[in-house]
């Protein structure tokens, strides 16, 4: 097992996740484009007692679907997001891949939710499940 370490964009905000990540998680909702400036997020899930963090980051209470909260965790001098906490899923934080200093070794995404609000010009993930999840 090994460790990964990453952070934000200006270093301020500085992490390690102990071992590799349980899953992973392309996510096309309208809330991680925005919050991220991009088409999608793409999230390791990783039990929260094997994420260490150095530095402070701002929250923001966000919710979706379900009406539960996520609380998005950025680097409020950058704005680099960095991982989100999600109600639902306790015990566990989505760590922002596009943060670890080595991409090296990453495994693809497992599983992409809302993909019905995927750009349609964007080819689905080679193995990975893929879920709608729009009402």
Known sequence: MQNRKGG?????VRYTIKG?????????????QKAGGSLFSFNLFVDEAHYEQEGETTIYEDRGDSGEPSY???????GS???TKV???PGKVLVKAGTLDNLEGLRPP???IYTDR???WLAPFSG???????A
């Open 8 to 12: 934000c964009l200006c270093g301020a």
């Open 20 to 32: 590799e990540p349980e899953a992973s998680a392309i996510c096309h909702c309208t809330h991680c």
């Open 72 to 78: 998005r965790h950025f680097c409020g001098r950058c």
């Open 81 to 83: 997001p960095v991982m």
């Open 87 to 89: 109600a639902l899923l």
């Open 110 to 112: 497992q599983t992409e």
């Open 118 to 120: 995927a750009v349609p």
């Open 128 to 134: 990975a499940t893929r879920f709608a999840l729009s």
